[in-house]
């Protein structure tokens, strides 16, 4: 079934909100999991998170704001001189709030997934 | 001009971003510097090719973009978009300090403005931002002109306005290691050689009662070039650097009235060393220019100047890093530029794998906050 116009512009204001609130969360999941520089993040993102589409012009400037504010720190690797690597990695205080977002996404989803299930 | 060496390619645009990015965003370009050339080398499959740089080059996108997105509000500064308040504020600092470093400079040596330019300046001091603004104005109304020009470059080449812009970047750069090991041998040797009785013996008379005064200056500037080998550029360094900076030029403004320290050179006629007196001979021959004292005017000239600058790049980073939480030290960067270019002698013996890439940074400090 084609989507009208209008519908497309609606799913894509829709889309765009929900990205910007799960962005930060998927990036704290992953980098959770296990350290990664810049571009490695931009290319996991892009490989598990398809559907938030990120691209360097966002990641970047998340990664910085989310070091400035103590959720991530960063280390740089000059193993290879000709790429320096600046690693991030999440910060305890960065985890705890980590977990408080993953327990309040999980919430949400389940509830929009009962409310979605009731509407089909 | 474009290249078709890859590495060359992201350096030039990375230097096209670094325009419009705030003072101390090292950091924020060796991470996309890292970006494009391994986005390069995907592309590429391994392999960087000019093609693949250039590709990677254009996902990432126009260099005004890129450095918003890292240090911009997105918002308005006033009447100028936020991606240009950083070039601009740099700029106007660059003019400001060179104007008065200049003038400081010429008052010292007791050259007043109206000498400078050569006639009376009417209605001072209102004339002075005047006459700023519309040369300013004419200036970016010829450079506006030109960039219209610019627009079908390729994204590694910079616009006439970026050239423009980018011309206060040099002038806050990090002191570079080397400079600072230059300036640890250099202040020994000077400050040594100005102490052998043998050099003392050619002083002027004037001169003999300050030159320890100069030596112990030049050997504090050996340690100062120590500390910022050891440390690179932190709060602590950089207020000594202001520090010395003060005192030289309260040094210059005694050593200008001193006039030329130096009365005698070594001479060797027929294997006989003796002093010639350089004043006296200029005298008997009747040579009735004697360029010393002007040539010393110089010298404190352009020192002074350089001081003066050195006060006003030091205290705008000091401030800069207080507003980051950086404290006093830390192991701060220094100024080498990461250049990606193979050097000219690995390009002339054909050295195909290596690049020249200088240790620049070291972990442990934060990026400073976007500066707008």
């Given at each position: ?50 559907f938030l589409a990120l691209e360097q ?64 | ?120 300046i009417q209605n001072w001091p209102f ?116 520090i010395l900076s003060v005192v030289w ?124």
């Open positions: 079934m084609s989507m009208s116009k209008k519908t497309q512009e609606e799913l894509d204001r829709w889309s765009k909100e929900v990205k910007r609130g799960a962005v930060t969360l998927a990036i704290l999941a992953l980098l959770s999991k296990r350290r990664a520089y810049g571009y490695e993040a931009v290319k996991l993102l892009d490989e598990k998170m398809s012009g966002t990641v970047y400037p998340l990664l910085r704001r989310l070091e400035k504010r103590e959720i991530l720190r960063s280390e740089w690797d000059y193993e290879d001189p000709t790429k320096p690597k600046k690693y991030y990695a999440v910060t305890e205080e960065g985890l705890k709030a980590l977990g408080a977002m993953s327990q309040t996404w999980s919430v949400l989803s389940r509830e929009m997934r009962d409310v979605i299930m009731e509407v089909e | 001009m474009s290249s078709n060496d890859p590495l060359e390619l992201i350096d030039q645009y990375l230097d096209r971003v670094r325009v419009y990015l705030p003072l101390d965003s090292e950091d924020a370009i060796v991470e996309l510097q890292t970006h494009l050339i391994e986005e390069a080398e995907r592309i590429g499959e391994g392999k960087m090719t000019a093609g693949s740089a250039m590709m990677a080059i254009e996902r990432m996108g126009d260099p005004k973009s890129v450095a918003n997105e890292y240090a911009g509000s997105g918002k308005k500064v006033g009447p100028v978009p936020a991606e240009y308040v950083n070039p601009l504020s740099r700029m106007l600092v660059v003019i400001l300090g060179v104007a008065l470093a200049l003038i400081v400079g010429a008052s010292i040596i007791g050259v007043s403005l109206t000498q400078l330019f050569g006639a009376d004339s002075i931002p005047v006459v700023i603004l519309i040369n300013l104005a004419i200036i970016f109304v010829i450079i506006g002109g030109i960039s219209m020009l610019d627009r079908s470059k390729p994204l590694t080449e910079k616009t006439t306005l970026e050239s423009f812009f980018g011309i206060g970047v040099e002038g806050f750069k990090p002191k570079g290691r080397l400079d600072a090991a230059g300036d640890f041998v250099m202040g020994l040797i000077f400050g040594s050689v100005l102490l052998l009785p043998a050099v003392v013996d050619l002083y002027t008379e004037a001169f003999t009662e300050y030159y320890v005064a100069v030596a112990i200056f030049l050997f504090l500037g050996a340690i100062r070039g120590a500390l910022f080998y050891i440390g690179g550029e932190n709060n602590f360094n950089l207020t000594v650097e202001a030029i309260g040094l210059a403004i005694i050593l200008i009235g001193v006039g030329w320290p130096v009365q005698y050179v070594y001479a060797n006629t027929n294997g006989i060393w003796y002093k010639f007196d350089l004043l006296d001979f200029f005298q008997t021959h009747e040579i009735p220019f004697v360029p010393f004292d002007w040539i010393w005017a110089f010298i404190m000239f352009v020192t002074v100047a350089i001081a003066i600058w050195r006060i006003i790049v030091s205290s705008m980073k000091i401030t800069m890093h207080l507003r980051a939480g950086r404290g006093i030290w830390w192991q701060g960067n220094w100024g080498e530029r990461r250049r990606l270019k193979k050097p000219f002698w690995k390009r002339v013996i054909g050295d195909q794998n290596s690049v020249q890439t200088g240790t620049t940074y070291q972990d442990g400090y934060r990026e400073s906050d976007e500066s707008q």
